[in-house]
């Protein structure tokens, strides 16, 4: 049977002039039974319209912040290092997967990115803006949980993963601060955040602000999720 086609956004290194990939996010759609490949850097619409036409799902991986311009925001001092060329390239590339209703995950800067897309905002930095007791941004190893989040009765997450609560890892200093027209929040951190959103209108539209693509190996949960997503590709 053949596996379906997995897009993914490239990591990238600006010190270094360079794009990458964690293996993780490679191996957690290849265990789910998908055919991974690490996607260009590009904004080229010709380029991204033949590469929407070919895979069958996309991923958006983690990285570096979503510039607050986006969101018509002015930069904080706490905002990190942002990269233009992804921002740019997955605007146009979500929209290509929205228009085709490609399945799409997003994980930890995923999420961001898709809320900001949508219309909504974010925290630039939470221990400036929301300082809390919850811990998101942890030291190694990176697999093992370090809060919970609750689920939404009712929602896909919830009904996929059959709890109420979920333990979750975490590394990230920016979130959702205004969840975005047409998203659906399916986790809630226990100092707030939203931690897990679908776009209900879609085929299969998740993103994920926990990393999943470190606890697969270790977590069942964590598999279910890259499971569903290809599942859906």
């Known amino acids: 049977?053949?596996?379906?086609?997995?897009?993914?956004?490239?990591?990238?290194?600006?010190?270094?002039?360079?794009?990458?990939?964690?293996?993780?996010?490679?191996?957690?759609?290849?265990?789910?039974?998908?055919?991974?490949?690490?996607?260009?850097?590009?904004?080229?619409?010709?380029?991204?319209?033949?590469?929407?036409?070919?895979?069958?799902?996309?991923?958006?991986?983690?990285?570096?912040?979503?510039?607050?311009?986006?969101?018509?925001?002015?930069?904080?001092?706490?905002?990190?290092?942002?990269?233009?060329?992804?921002?740019?390239?997955?605007?146009?590339?979500?929209?290509?997967?929205?228009?085709?209703?490609?399945?799409?995950?997003?994980?930890?800067?995923?999420?961001?990115?898709?809320?900001?897309?949508?219309?909504?905002?974010?925290?630039?930095?939470?221990?400036?803006?929301?300082?809390?007791?919850?811990?998101?941004?942890?030291k190694p190893p990176y697999d093992v949980p370090v809060h919970s989040v609750t689920l939404t009765a009712g929602s896909p997450l919830w009904a996929l993963l059959g709890k109420d609560t979920l333990a979750v890892n975490s590394l990230h200093h920016q979130a959702i601060k205004t969840l975005a027209p047409g998203l659906v929040a399916m986790a809630v951190s226990e100092d707030g955040l939203t931690e897990a959103v679908c776009l209900p209108d879609k085929r299969f539209v998740w993103a994920v602000q926990w990393h999943p693509e470190f606890s697969f190996r270790v977590n069942e949960d964590s598999r279910k999720i890259f499971k569903a997503f290809v599942g859906a590709c």
């Open 1 to 138: 049977m053949k596996r379906p086609l997995i897009g993914i956004v490239p990591l990238v290194d600006a010190q270094r002039e360079s794009y990458w990939m964690l293996p993780g996010y490679m191996r957690g759609v290849e265990q789910a039974g998908g055919l991974p490949i690490m996607l260009p850097l590009t904004d080229d619409d010709a380029a991204l319209r033949q590469l929407a036409d070919t895979c069958d799902g996309f991923l958006l991986t983690g990285g570096q912040d979503v510039s607050p311009a986006l969101y018509g925001a002015a930069p904080m001092p706490a905002c990190g290092e942002t990269c233009p060329a992804r921002d740019a390239m997955e605007t146009k590339l979500l929209a290509l997967a929205l228009e085709q209703d490609k399945p799409v995950l997003g994980i930890c800067r995923g999420i961001q990115f898709l809320n900001v897309y949508l219309g909504g905002t974010l925290y630039q930095d939470l221990p400036t803006e929301h300082p809390s007791a919850a811990e998101h941004h942890q």
